[in-house]
């Protein structure tokens, strides 16, 4: 009988996973990486990394996926902190600042790279309007909410912004 394996140690591996994939893919862009320069930056097994992911896509969108998860919960931190809609925006574009200082040195250059050439990729096409729905349901709640603090005074109402 194998040993039973916790959640949390699941969890974990998948991380350690996806944090060796984010080095491979700063290096190298997106389109090179295969699943031996993960395996190879992992340290672990073919069949461990193979266990938690079937391709080098579903890694890049695992990372894409927490990265927008934590700008989401960035966005919330910054509106509970009390700060105005425009506080709100220029921390944002601050921190937009930053990144574009330091591409180089970031994964910028293979997100782009991921969506420029998968455009006519049908599973890709579907994972990017997926991904702005959920900007979209994260953005609402925020500017209605500065409409209702009177920050924001639209001349439509403000769901018809993102349709």
């Given at each position: 009988?194998?040993?039973?394996?916790?959640?949390?140690?699941?969890?974990?591996?998948?991380?350690?996973?996806?944090?060796?994939?984010?080095?491979?893919?700063?290096?190298?862009?997106?389109?090179?990486?295969?699943?031996?320069?993960?395996?190879?930056?992992?340290?672990?097994?073919?069949?461990?990394?193979?266990?938690?992911?079937?391709?080098?896509?579903?890694?890049?969108?695992?990372?894409?996926?927490?990265?927008?998860?934590?700008?989401?919960?960035?966005?919330?931190?910054?509106?509970?902190?009390?700060?105005?809609?425009?506080?709100?925006v220029d921390k944002l574009l601050e921190e937009q600042e930053h990144q574009i200082e330091r591409v180089a040195e970031g994964l910028t250059p293979a997100v782009f790279e991921y969506f420029f050439t998968g455009w006519r990729e049908k599973n890709r096409d579907a994972y990017m309007v997926e991904r702005y729905k959920r900007a979209i349901r994260q953005w609402a709640p925020f500017l209605e909410a500065a409409v209702e603090r009177g920050e924001l005074q639209p001349r439509m109402p403000v769901e018809s912004m993102f349709k």
């Open positions: 009988m194998s040993p039973k394996v916790t959640a949390n140690h699941k969890e974990q591996r998948r991380k350690e996973i996806m944090h060796a994939a984010v080095e491979v893919f700063k290096r190298k862009g997106f389109e090179p990486v295969t699943m031996k320069d993960i395996v190879e930056e992992s340290g672990m097994s073919r069949g461990g990394v193979y266990m938690y992911f079937s391709s080098t896509e579903e890694i890049f969108r695992a990372i894409l996926d927490e990265m927008e998860a934590s700008e989401e919960q960035q966005l919330a931190r910054l509106f509970e902190q009390g700060l105005n809609m425009w506080g709100v």
